[in-house]
């Protein structure tokens, strides 16, 4: 006899405000920016609860204009279906999934409305997505069918897809290399950078030889390389998962080690036997549900979605491990439902619509890699397709625009190639979304790369990380060939909106004429891995850095991380009686130190870009009341940065430029001369004085054992008279060597004028004209 499910209570439905650091109430007035919309709601006080929830095009919610879904698992939604163009409104209430009924009160109303022909971009229930499933072995990338067909392409073309590359590079070492040992923790337990690298190596080499000798031995049905790849699953499988690659111990490992039995259970599946199946498949859980728990139950990322690591383990960990074990754990289901719906809903919370990220490009590299296996991983095994979301159609644009071919020191964030060009990664990230887009301006950026950074594919951050012969082979397979297209045709100026960057790029195709140009003031603060540099610029101009982003990414929270290249210190931006802005640990702080960009727009000769810092440096100094920066570059090339700080008490202003070699320093001039280019200097107006000029040499206050062996710096401190208000006008002409004779004539549209005439790059013969009512 079936026991009748209990009376549900009413309960009381809380909706607590929002803060800085979680998610908001959305849609909520403002337009979505796909079909459906994505929601979000801050969730009741147990995480276990389920909820309905209701849209209307009626705010009485009549039966006949209402939709309604239930057993909602999360405080997110992204429904199957999608909405005709109008007004909604939407509720949600708390549900008792046992008896098929709202047990709270409905939430307050909030609306959204459906404009245009937006990206239609459904996710199917749960349900639906496993009943689509091929529930067979293997399920990571190719199925039994596609290994068949493989196979045989392989009979008429043997470098089908890149396979001899993938062969030769990625699958024989494997086959004579000793297996590698289990790490051993750090010395008394006390983390030592060095040795967390060299774990996470260790264990990405882990993820190389199970993958690859599994997948290739697999599809060539060569017993001898199976059994190899065999004894390696079942000798990582043999680790301690509550050692030394564990999550609480080294993340980073955690998930690598995870990724390789996922793929060696799955792609072996056929050939363990029970008690090797079982080993494999319960080491597997346990490390699985370790990273499941910290994401869902302590980082609670969906409701404080700014942690990186967190959110990067949804896809570098628990896509591949769940869909490995689907359908042999509820608790495994769950997690793999969490994850879909979070990359489906929620995802990115460093970036939208315009696809930027406010960590930088060499996170973005980091975020996307992981992600583009998931979302290909997904595709194939769900049949649902997240590339179709907004921001994966534009988020290319991000490290074409900010990270140019060439550049080496020339952006902002934490970035472990910083003066290294930009890394094979990156290029093949963009490659990806060539495929999924047809962006011919994608592929070429991809080439580009790959020529020039030829030979880099042993770096640390590239072979610590993933394998390109591996990539290749998925991409070959999946993916449609695009031509490349020269970016002769772009526009020059680019704004994300959703990250407060702007970048300028010029002649992007011609090493020797281009120009890179960056700019930030950004409403995520000095957050996770950006820094305090709102209102800080970069330049890259005649195949030189000329205005860098000064220090190394030695290890994060290092002396060299935590006191300079966080800090306003280290940026070309400025210090307001010697203190920077807000970039130190406290997180609620940290989002509140922004920046936003006021202007960004082409005018007939000049691009002008405008940004207000106030309440990154209020952070730091209470009495801050204004901190504005204009940048007006010249179709000439030459910039004129125009300041305005106003505080309560008089206070000095120390303006800032860091490059990598020495400069030359006069009274109120500055000049840096590189191996191919050069910039000019010189400060033509100040409101509240003549500065004092010097220029700095390495990096004071910080370890010696952090830069020990790492080539020095060199920093221009131009320092202002103390006074409540400043303006501060400062010319920047960048030249290639080459080509030292230009003429210039600029106007701005505040009243500021100049007439430059640059003759010659050794008697510094400039005029300018300020007006006095300026």
Known sequence: MTQAAATPRHLYLDEPRPGNLTIAYAPDAEAPLENPPRFSWLPALDDAAHYVLQVSSSDAFLPETTKTFADIGWNFFTPDETFEPGHYHWRYAIWDSANNTAVSDWSKLRGFEIVGDLPQTSLPRSAARFAAADMRHPRLWLNPDEITAFRGALQTDPDHCSWQAFMTESVQPWTTHAIIAEPKPYPDNVRVAQLWRQMYIDCQEV??????????????????????????????????????????????????????????????????????????????????????????????????????????????????????????????????????????????????????????????????????????????????????????????????????????????????????????????????????????????????????????????????????????????????????????????????????????????????????????????????????????????????????????????????????????????????????EYAGTDKAIAKKASGRIIAAREAADHHFISGDATAAYQAATPDVLRVERDIYFSHHDFIVVVDRVECAQPKTLQWLYHTVSPMEVGSNTFRFTGEKAGLYGQFVFSAAGAPSLAMIEGFPGIDAEDVAGLKTQYHLRAEFPAAKKHTIVTLMVPYALKDPRRIFHFIDDQGFSADLYFTDVDDNKLRIVVPKSF
């Open 207 to 580: 993820i190389y030889a199970i993958r690859h000798l599994s997948v290739a031995g697999v599809i060539l049905d060569d017993a001898e390389m199976i059994e190899k790849g065999r004894n390696w699953l079942l000798s990582v499988s043999g680790w301690d998962p509550k050692g030394p690659t564990s999550r609480a111990y080294n993340d980073e490992a955690a998930f690598r080690v995870i990724s390789a039995l996922a793929w060696g259970y799955d792609w072996l599946y056929h050939h363990l036997d029970e008690t090797e199946r079982n080993l494999v498949r319960d080491r597997l859980l346990q490390r699985t549900r370790e990273v499941a728990d910290h994401v869902m139950a302590r980082a609670r990322i969906h409701v404080f979605p700014y942690d990186s690591h967190a959110v990067r383990s949804l896809s570098a960990a628990l896509t591949a491990a769940c869909i490995a074990l689907a359908g042999e754990d509820d608790d495994v289901d769950r997690w793999l439902d969490y994850t879909v719906e979070f990359l489906f809903t929620l995802y990115s919370p460093w970036g939208s619509a315009d696809g930027g990220w406010a960590e930088g490009p060499h996170y973005w590299m980091t975020g996307m890699a992981y992600l583009i296996d998931a979302a290909n991983l997904i595709k194939k095994f769900f049949k649902i397709d997240l590339y179709q979301r907004p921001f994966f159609q534009k988020t290319g644009d991000f490290p074409l625009y900010t990270k140019a071919p060439g550049t080496r020191r020339a952006c902002f964030g934490d970035d472990s190639t910083l003066g290294d060009l930009p890394s094979l990664k990156v290029g093949y990230n963009v490659r990806q979304f060539a495929g999924v887009t047809g962006n011919p301006y994608y592929q070429w950026y991809f080439e580009a790369l790959k020529a020039d950074a030829a030979g880099t594919s042993h770096e640390f951050y590239n072979y610590g990380w993933w394998d390109l012969n591996f990539d290749d082979l998925i991409y070959f397979h999946d993916f449609p060939k695009i031509e490349p297209k020269e970016p002769v045709d772009l526009p020059q100026l680019k704004w994300f909106k959703d990250v407060g960057w702007v970048a300028i790029q010029k002649y992007m195709d011609d090493p020797d004429r281009h120009i890179q140009f960056l700019f930030k003031s950004s409403a995520f603060g000095s957050l996770s891995h950006s820094h305090g540099d709102h209102n800080a610029f970069l330049l890259h101009a005649f195949g030189e850095d000329l205005a860098i982003q000064s220090g190394y990414y030695v290890a994060f929270n290092s002396s060299m991380h935590r006191e300079w290249r966080r800090q306003t210190v280290s940026k070309n931006a400025i210090l307001i009686g010697g203190i920077g």
